[in-house]
């Protein structure tokens, strides 16, 4: 027999203790319990004496205690064949996700499109990076993903000040957080950043066995970078205008993974996810049948208390 919140034994001390100071003789009940509890329990016509009563109540705690713990009797494990999927997912984060091109602006699409995309995700656990220049933690991999909506929710760039968007650092930080599985599978929503290079990150993901999968978030016409200091200025005074960045689909052709360009569509980031279902490994799981045992002596503690609280009165 197994407890589940086996932690929750140990409330049985303080019950111990209190049985132990009802059995000494020299005990003074009136100490221990409060007047109301022994003004219901010490009533004159009733068969069974106070101290009885006291130690049913008690007894009757622990089982509840026991209840609560949640004894379980194990009755064998199912064996089950999934064919699961490990997705990483990457928020770019940079400044250029601020341009208006796509309403309201390119990051706030991106986490509408991935809050949304959650509910239809099926058999998948997913992490969630941040990246510009340097990439940093959101979540681990999991599949609590009310948790997930609300972290992606909460994501605000205002108080972000990384400019640049470096692919090399967004793939080592996957890297790490995949740790020793066999299925790496990362998706970038970005914008494309503006290298027109990516054969560096290529050879890495390739030999780091990971799948790159892109969700292109940039028009072709560009647009402005609004901040609330005004519109974004280079160097010398110029509109910086971005772009879709091309160049981006070949990280997606060249590790195996696949490439899809944003749209107004609701299902096309989820029909996207699903569909790396064809690239994930088949893992064996196990679920172990437990047999719940808790009504046992929840049952019993009831009984308890009711003889505890009431019983039949002598004859006159």
């Not at 219901?40 to 009757?60: A, E, F, G």
């Amino acid at each position: 027999m197994v407890f589940e919140q086996i932690e929750l034994l140990y409330l049985i001390i303080p019950v111990a203790l209190l049985w132990f100071f009802i059995h000494s003789k020299n005990s003074h009940i009136e100490d221990l319990f409060s007047t109301a509890v022994l003004a219901k329990i010490s009533l004159n016509n009733h068969k069974i004496s106070t101290k009885t009563r006291l130690r049913l109540l008690l007894l009757s705690m622990a089982l509840m205690i026991v209840a609560l713990s949640k004894p379980a009797l194990e009755s064998g494990e199912i064996k089950l064949n999934k064919q699961l999927s490990d997705v990483i997912v990457a928020i770019d984060m940079s400044k250029s996700m601020l341009a208006n091109d796509i309403y309201p602006n390119r990051f706030e699409f991106a986490k509408n499109k991935l809050q949304i995309s959650l509910d239809e995700i099926k058999n998948t656990r997913i992490g969630i990076l941040g990246f510009a220049n340097q990439a940093f933690l959101i979540s681990p991999l999991t599949d609590d993903f009310n948790s997930l909506k609300f972290l992606i929710k909460n994501l605000r760039l205002d108080s972000i000040s990384l400019t640049g968007t470096n692919i090399s650092n967004i793939l080592k930080s996957a890297n790490d957080l995949f740790g020793n599985s066999s299925n790496k599978q990362l998706l970038l929503l970005t914008d494309g950043g503006d290298s027109n290079d990516f054969s560096e990150e290529i050879d890495y993901a390739n030999e780091q066995n990971i799948q790159v999968f892109i969700f292109d978030i940039a028009s072709e016409r560009g647009s402005s970078i609004h901040t609330e200091s005004g519109a974004l200025e280079d160097d010398y005074g110029n509109l910086v205008i971005v772009k879709e960045n091309p160049n981006i689909i070949k990280l997606a052709n060249k590790t195996q993974g696949s490439y899809l360009k944003y749209s107004l569509n609701n299902q096309d980031l989820s029909n996207f996810v699903n569909g790396f279902k064809q690239h994930a490994s088949s893992k064996n799981t196990s679920i172990v049948q437990k047999r719940q045992l808790f009504y046992y002596p929840l049952t019993l503690a009831l009984i308890l208390s009711f003889f505890a609280f009431f019983s039949l009165p002598k004859k006159s």
